[in-house]
């Protein structure tokens, strides 16, 4: 019923910026809060910013001031813009969407490397 496809990742140097997309199926997409995680093998995964349905904003202190998480809930799509770009960024990132009832929905990532 509800699939995500995550798009953007790729090489980029550090300092330099990246945006990520997220679309999603399914009607549910408006009144979902919309998350990004990231996560590096042999770590946990690691959550990064949540945009709620209402649009609030929240960002894991690693990287406020430096990503930006948006919707446009016209096109069912979240983003992570990131900038500022660190090697210490480097990780697969995943989409996540929290329905109102509580279940959650994972894209299949998309892998962010941050080198020269």
């Known amino acids: 019923q509800v699939q995500l496809v995550e798009s953007g990742g790729g090489l980029v140097q550090p300092g330099g910026s990246l945006r990520l997309s997220c679309a999603t199926s399914?009607?549910?997409?408006?009144?979902?809060?919309m998350g990004w995680y990231r996560q590096v093998p042999g770590k946990q995964r690691e959550w990064v910013a949540t945009i709620t349905s209402r649009s609030i904003t929240l960002y894991a202190e690693t990287v406020k001031g430096r990503f930006t998480i948006s919707r446009d809930n016209a096109k069912n799509t979240a983003y992570l813009q990131m900038s500022s770009l660190k090697p210490g960024d480097t990780a697969v990132y995943y989409c996540k969407l929290g329905d109102p009832a509580g279940v959650e929905y994972w894209g299949q990532g998309t892998l962010v490397t941050v080198s020269s």
């Open positions: 399914g009607n549910i997409f408006s009144r979902a809060d």
